[in-house]
């Protein structure tokens, strides 16, 4: 095909020049075979026509030769000579003389000198010989002996030309030839025919399809024909239908796609807007670990950029902060959410920020896990706020417990004051005086145990611990106030669990505390009633769990009375010292009973029995670890 | 060689003839008898028989197809005819010719011993040769060799030898013509140039024709007079030894065919010529091979036209009208000869088909006969036609077609053939009746020999020099359609000049016996069947 022409003609040029190739192949192909079979055949057609002539002549010269009948040899030499591509024909006798020459008759009688004559004559056999006569030309000849018998009498040769035969082969060459040009030129035009009415509606196709691809969908086509074109253009329409539908739908989908990509770009930026907006940081991995997202706040309290430390694993991030890593591969791990949890968050400039920690699995659609998202909040304001809270209480409690104490000494003290007036004039009052004896050492000691007592509450005390069971000492409290009880009628019941342990607790404190409830129960039913004292394993949940550790197993001591119960607006107040609803109570006795158990390590609560009463609930540990800070455990937020 | 028709017409043993060139008839058999393989080995013992007792068997000297048909197996000559009739070589092993034709060489196969056991020399060919010339030995072939340089001088006396016939040294032979021939070594083909030991023939003279010695492939045995005639195989043959061990002639004097046949049927001979009478019923009745071949003759009534009133070749060519030829062939050979128009039979160098021949038209033949003074056959003397033998019913419906014109005619008959030959020789008949079979296949057999004014076979007198010139011309020239062309004028002279009245062609007919194999019945006749080659199959 030539590089010149235009693309549009290309394949008609390719057909055209491709046939052309295929018949120039072929013809060149059956050009050589029939060529070479064609002059194998006229050459061995040639050498059996010169065999079979000088047999001819042989055979017809073989009584001439007997009888010596020259002019029958001349005639037959003569005759065979005639032939059209016969040189000659020549007789030789038994000599090896002449005896009937068709081109020389002058050579008669004589012995032919050369070595194609020489061999010729005294051949026994057939033979063939290349020669050149006088013009020049070469010839073959065949010389056959005529024999009788072992006897040779004869020898015949004809000189055969070859032009007969090159003749041929050029004739069919010719033939050839014009056979090829002839082929090529009906199947040059037959290609070129074809080629067009193929090119043709293929080029309208082609066109049409630049037309489509410029989007004219609109183009049709006649089909003209029947065949694979005729098809073609049938499937062509089909296929612009096709495509002006899809295009439809494409465009109908596309703009939907549209609409969905702007939404989800509203969304991001929304989600985006969110994250930066929330002031709690916000930390994602992904399932590897590794930090995904870091918004804003998280920027802030981490000191991070979200550019640094993206793709980084987050224990390597958070390195010094190993509860904010931990949290994160936890959850990776448990894919469980984790509330939250309280930790220290170093930055990176070395200070540090308390915070809130909860971690939740990030789910894709269809609940694949994506990650981690853990939100990091900001405790700082929460903590101050708190310490400002708790001053405040502090001052609060401390102006009650001043006003408690400035009303339980102000009595005594009124009371010691009107003495001491009185005291100078009727000093000698003999009433007085035995009157003024024994009120105002009363009035003193009570003054004294108040202060005494406060003492107790604000000291702190050494703790004594020995080996205890609780159910004795609780009988203990029962004997001390079975008369009163008995006078009340007041039912104890008893509800101890059989396996309980041995406590680790200082026994008088505990005691003490044990007392304090009792008479708070026994003060709560003045008409009598049930008390109820339990010793049980404690299975709740009350304590707020320390990490992932064990739980210990915990003993719960239950006082229970049947009283009116404390109602709600009294609940926050119960163990403060000072607070009491009795008449003549001192307030200071839940308190100091709060006291005791927090110096164990346990804990205090009460709640309001579902049949009424109160229930007090002291759980405590068989092995206390005591803090190491008992005097401010009551500070502990936890 | 030629004979007189002693006993033409008759059921004679085929006359030895040189048979059509390339003519051949079917040999068939017409069925074979069931074989037993079981059966002892036939004796390779081959009888014929031999329609007379021959009065010599030297070949030179033999003058009948009987002594003819026996020296052939025993003699050889020094080329001899295939069976195509084509010429190979036999004594002589090669041979060379001088460009002119006048001088021929002939080099002598080596080591061939005669029956004796003594070698063949170049000079027992010569000898044998020259005897042919000789005027003591009588041969009646010497004409055809009158031409050899020195024939004419030895038959007149004046020289003792053939000058022309010369031994070169032992085995090598010269022949010098004093007139080219075309066919001059078929001539040496013929049956009288056969190579006869010098020595012997010397010594024995005539005694030899009955004892001979030769180098064939048979040998003479022994010659019961008036019985048979045995020769035995000759295993030193130089063509090798033949498969017969032995032939016997059984002689059936005066051609008793009859009796031949009968024998032949019940199985004493192996072959036998076929009867005229009954010819077809006796060929069904027999299981035997049939061999018919168109044989080189004619049958002919001669002219004398040197016999008033046949000088007048209007009388003659009268008579030939006269007679109504083909009815009377056919009467007389129910078909198994075929009607001569002319001399030359079909299938010879030069026959013509379109040749202008005469039918029978008596209106014609009266017409000659007015014009040449005979009207009515008014003034016309009595005709003789003479033969040797009465054949009914050919000689009555002769006369009758002659007196038919006004001829009148009789037949008279010289039954001893010397006799006949001699007058005939002597030109003592005015019409005779004559069969001519040609010695080689060649025209100038026929019509040189019996047309040519110098021809010694010339019975009828004939003589016109422009024959004369074609017949010569003929001899030379190499041509063969120009050869051809020349014999077609001869003979349509002849027949212008109705010098003969031919009747008709020979066909050569024999039956052999079924288990008679290798049957090479050449174009020459049955002389020249080849026993050498021929065998019996061994079965019962």
Not at chain 1, 175 to 200: C, K, M, P, Q
């Amino acid at each position: 095909m030539s590089p010149l022409s235009s693309p549009t003609r290309s394949l008609q040029t390719k057909l055209l020049w491709g046939t052309v190739l295929v018949i120039c192949l072929v013809m060149a192909a059956v050009l050589v075979v029939v060529d070479h079979r064609q002059r194998a055949a006229v050459i061995d057609e040639a050498y059996r026509r010169g065999e079979i002539l000088a047999r001819d002549l042989a055979a017809v010269s073989h009584a001439p030769l007997l009888l010596y009948n020259f002019t029958a040899l001349e005639q037959n030499v003569a005759r065979f000579a005639s032939e059209e591509d016969v040189r000659y024909a020549i007789i030789l006798d038994g000599e090896g003389r002449v005896a009937a020459h068709s081109a020389r008759p002058d050579r008669v009688g004589v012995v032919l000198p050369g070595d194609v004559d020489r061999r010729a004559a005294a051949s026994l056999d057939p033979v063939v010989q290349e020669t050149r006569v006088d013009t020049g030309e070469v010839l073959d000849e065949f010389a056959v002996p005529v024999l009788v018998g072992q006897q040779k009498w004869g020898t015949v040769r004809v000189g055969l030309s070859r032009q007969r035969a090159e003749a041929l082969i050029r004739r069919t060459r010719l033939e050839l030839g014009g056979l090829t040009v002839l082929t090529l030129l009906l199947g040059g035009s037959g290609a070129a025919l074809v080629a067009r009415r193929i090119s043709r509606p293929v080029q309208q196709l082609a066109e049409g399809a630049a037309a489509i691809s410029r989007g004219e969908l609109d183009l049709r086509f006649e089909p003209t024909t029947d065949d694979e074109i005729g098809r073609l253009a049938v499937a062509f329409n089909h296929m612009t239908s096709q495509l002006r539908q899809q295009r439809a739908a494409l465009e109908s989908t596309n703009a939907e796609l549209r609409r969905r990509l702007e939404e989800v770009a509203d969304l991001k930026t929304y989600t985006d807007n969110i994250l930066a907006s929330l002031t709690n940081g916000i930390v994602t991995v992904d399932l590897d670990g590794r930090v995904v997202t870091l918004n804003p706040a998280a920027e802030m309290l981490t000191g991070f950029f979200a550019g640094e430390v993206m793709g980084r694993y987050c224990t390597e991030v958070f390195e010094k902060t190993p509860e904010l890593a931990e949290i994160l591969m936890e959850t990776i791990a448990s894919r469980a959410a984790t509330p939250g949890l309280a930790a220290t968050l170093h930055r990176r400039n070395g200070r540090t920020v308390p915070v809130e920690i909860s971690a939740a699995p990030l789910k894709g659609g269809e609940g694949k896990d994506l990650g981690v998202i853990a939100a990091i909040r900001d405790l700082t304001v929460v903590r101050e706020l708190e310490g400002r809270l708790r001053r405040s209480d502090r001052l609060a409690a401390l102006g009650s417990l001043a006003a408690g104490l400035a009303h339980e000494i102000k009595n005594p003290l009124t009371s010691l004051l009107t003495f001491s007036r009185h005291l100078t004039r009727r000093f000698d009052d003999e009433q007085f005086r035995a009157k003024f004896q024994s009120v105002v050492p009363r009035e003193l000691e009570r003054i004294n145990g108040i202060v005494e007592r406060l003492l107790e509450l604000a000291r702190p005390t050494p703790l004594s611990f020995s080996a205890v069971r609780l159910p004795a000492l609780l009988e203990r409290v029962v004997e001390l106030y079975a008369e009163e009880m008995d006078t009340r009628a007041i039912e104890v019941t008893r509800d101890y669990a059989r396996d309980l342990p041995v406590v680790w607790v200082d026994a008088e404190a505990v005691y003490q505390a044990f007392v304090n409830l009792v008479r708070n129960a026994l003060d709560a039913m003045p008409g009598g009633g049930r008390l109820t004292l339990r010793v049980v394993w404690s299975d709740e949940d009350d304590v707020v769990r320390a990490g992932r550790q064990p739980r210990a197993r915990r003993v719960r001591v239950e006082i229970q009375d049947s009283g009116p119960g404390i109602s709600t607006d009294n609940a926050d107040r119960v163990f403060n010292p000072f607070f009491t609803t009795k008449v003549g109570g001192t307030g200071l006795g839940l308190a100091l009973t709060h006291k005791i158990v927090e110096d164990h390590g346990g804990t205090i609560d009460f709640r309001n029995g579902r049949a009424g009463g109160t229930v007090f609930r002291i759980v405590l540990s068989p092995f206390p670890d005591p803090p190491a800070e008992p005097g401010r455990h009551g500070d502990d937020l936890r | 060689m030629s004979r007189s028709s002693t006993k033409a017409g008759g059921l004679g043993p085929p006359i030895l003839v040189m048979a059509l060139l390339g003519v051949l008839t079917g040999a068939s058999t017409i069925s074979a008898p069931a074989q037993d393989r079981t059966a002892p080995l036939r004796a390779p013992v081959y009888r014929r028989p031999l329609g007379n007792e021959p009065p010599t068997l030297d070949p030179a000297r033999i003058s009948d197809i009987y002594g003819r048909s026996v020296a052939q197996q025993i003699f050889d000559g020094l080329v001899e005819f295939d069976q195509t009739l084509t010429i190979a070589p036999a004594l002589a092993q090669y041979w060379t010719a001088s460009r002119d034709g006048l001088v021929w060489t002939f080099t002598l196969r080596k080591g061939v011993r005669f029956h004796n056991g003594r070698a063949v020399t170049a000079d027992d060919v010569v000898f044998s040769l020259s005897r042919l010339v000789d005027p003591k030995v009588t041969s009646t072939a010497a004409d055809l060799f009158s031409n050899i340089h020195g024939a004419q001088a030895f038959r007149d006396g004046r020289a003792t030898t053939v000058r022309g016939i010369t031994a070169v040294d032992a085995s090598t032979v010269r022949i010098v013509l004093d007139e080219a021939q075309v066919p001059f070594v078929s001539m040496l083909a013929i049956g009288h140039a056969k190579i006869v030991p010098r020595d012997l023939v010397t010594q024995q003279g005539d005694a030899f024709g009955t004892a001979p010695v030769g180098t064939g492939p048979f040998r003479f045995e022994r010659w019961d007079r008036r019985k048979e005639i045995v020769l035995s195989a000759n295993d030193d043959y130089f063509g090798g030894a033949p498969r017969l061990r032995r032939i016997v002639y059984r002689i059936f004097p005066d051609e008793q065919s009859g009796a031949m046949f009968e024998e032949f049927r019940r199985g004493r001979l192996e072959d036998s010529p076929v009867p005229m009478q009954d010819y077809p019923r006796l060929l069904n009745s027999t299981a035997a091979t049939h061999v018919k071949r168109a044989m080189f003759s004619v049958r002919f009534l001669g002219l004398n036209t040197r016999a008033k009133p046949l000088t007048d070749p209007r009388v003659r060519q009268a008579l030939t009208y006269a007679i109504d030829r083909e009815a009377i062939v056919q009467a007389s050979t129910h078909g198994r000869f075929v009607l001569a128009r002319g001399v030359l039979p079909p299938g010879t160098l030069g026959y013509n088909p379109r040749l202008s021949g005469y039918g029978h038209d008596r209106a014609r033949a009266r017409e000659l006969l007015a014009q040449a003074g005979y009207p009515e056959g008014r003034g016309l003397p009595s005709l003789t036609i003479w033969a040797t033998v009465k054949l009914e019913p050919e000689h009555p419906l002769i006369v009758r077609d002659l007196a038919a014109v006004g001829v009148p005619a009789e037949f008279k008959y010289v039954t001893d053939w010397p006799q006949f030959s001699r007058m005939l020789a002597e030109g003592r008949f005015s019409i005779f009746q004559y069969a001519w079979f040609a010695d080689v296949p060649d025209p100038d057999n026929f019509l040189y020999r019996l047309f040519h004014s110098k021809s010694p076979r010339n019975y009828t007198g004939y003589t016109n020099p422009q024959l004369d010139e074609l017949l010569r011309r003929g001899r030379h020239e190499g041509d063969d359609q120009r050869r051809a062309e020349l014999y077609r004028r001869a003979e349509q002279m002849v027949m212008d000049d109705a010098v003969v009245i031919p009747f008709f062609h020979y066909t050569y007919e024999r039956v052999f016996q079924p288990y008679v194999k290798s049957i090479e019945v050449s174009g020459l006749g049955d002389p020249y069947i080849l026993f050498r080659k021929m065998w019996l199959e061994p079965v019962p």
